[in-house]
């Protein structure tokens, strides 16, 4: 009998990594998807910015370059205190790919926040054979 994860049955956290959130920044990744693996992404936290993330009006969410196949133009300038957090879903009116093993998924700033931020990202999904 094969062994069975937690991730293969039910949504779980997939990854927690720090994000740089200022504008300029480059993508950061925070999950990859394990050789023999696929996964859908259902949900990012992002929480507890070092700064107010204020003038961080567009990130995009996924994988590629531009992080840009999962979410795009999340408006995070309201997150002005360091206690704060948003959740960014899948919502089910939106068709989504499956991430492939080896695809980087992350968060790039498009317009980020105006001042040096960072915050910490958490990916849930669910991860099954390829």
Known sequence: ??????????IALLATGTA????????????TVPADKKATITQVV????????AGGTNYNIGDG???DTWRIAI?????TGTNDYMVVTNNLAVISAVF???????IKPVT???????????????????
């Open 65 to 67: 370059a531009n992080a």
């Open 75 to 79: 408006n995070l300038s309201g997150m």
């Open 112 to 130: 980020g926040a105006t001042a040096d931020a960072e915050a910490e990202i958490d990916v849930y999904g669910r991860e099954f054979d390829a």
């Open 1 to 10: 009998m094969a062994t069975t994860y937690v991730q293969e049955v039910s």
């Open 20 to 31: 740089a959130m200022k504008n300029g920044d480059g993508k950061t990744t925070i999950y």
């Open 100 to 106: 492939d093993a080896g695809d980087e998924f992350g």
């Open 46 to 53: 992002i929480r507890q910015p070092t700064v107010s993330l």
